[in-house]
């Protein structure tokens, strides 16, 4: 049975730094990446590891002020944000897929997901 585990959100200041973290069990994964979504909007890419070893893939608006980092002997997956702003507020979902798809920026391709975390960025 798969399960995905995510923790670490929370609310601070414009500014400030969080780190969440998701623990995946029950089989080998290709993709592991983190999506935000907000109320009324489709879950957005927001960074990824394509498969063990791979290269992390952000999205263009992370503009170097988060990273990913994967631990492929345990299955776990972290995204340290920094410099957050008041737009990065959304609920962050770690996901993982079981099979290769080419599209880790596409929430489609992914068939295993958490419960989600709320990020809440202040002014």
């Known amino acids: 049975q798969v399960q995905v585990v995510e923790s670490g959100g929370g609310e601070v200041q414009v500014g400030r730094s969080l780190r969440l973290s998701c623990a995946a069990s029950g089989r080998d994964f290709y993709a592991m990446g983190w999506f935000r979504q907000t109320p009324g909007k489709d879950r957005e890419f927001v960074a990824a590891?394509?498969?063990?070893?791979?290269?992390?893939k952000y999205a263009d608006f992370v503009k170097a002020r988060f990273t990913i980092s994967r631990d492929d002997a345990k299955n776990t997956l972290s995204l340290q944000m920094n410099s957050l702003q008041p737009e990065d507020s959304a609920v962050y979902y770690c996901?993982?897929?079981?099979?290769?798809?080419?599209?880790?920026?596409?929430?489609?391709?992914?068939?295993?997901w958490g419960q989600g975390t709320q990020v809440t960025v202040s002014s």
């Open positions: 590891v394509p498969w063990r070893g791979a290269s992390s």
């Open positions: 996901a993982v897929s079981d099979y290769y798809s080419g599209n880790h920026d596409n929430f489609k391709s992914y068939n295993y």
